[in-house]
């Protein structure tokens, strides 16, 4: 899981907080301050990857705009996890 997908060139990681996935190009994170979600730990953004602040039920990216999409742990953490998904 911690290795970049095979062919992956675009990675976004949706709610990444203090540990980003392996090789994610794009972060998505909605909370950038408070740290409330993740235990108070800071948020972390590689070097290499570009952060936007938004919202998984309303992303702020084309279709097809990655090759590769990681998002673990957030959708307890949604008003609408269907909405999340589609």
Known sequence: LWKRPYGARRILDIGAGHNPYHGATHLLEID??????????????????VLTIGDVEALPYRSASFDFVYASHILEHVDNPLGACE
């Not at 950038?32 to 990857?49: F, H, I, N, T």
Request: hydrophobic letters at 30%; glycine letters at 12%; a negative charge.
């Open 32 to 49: 950038v301050e408070e740290g409330r979600e993740r235990g108070m730990q800071r948020l972390c953004v590689p070097e290499s990857a």
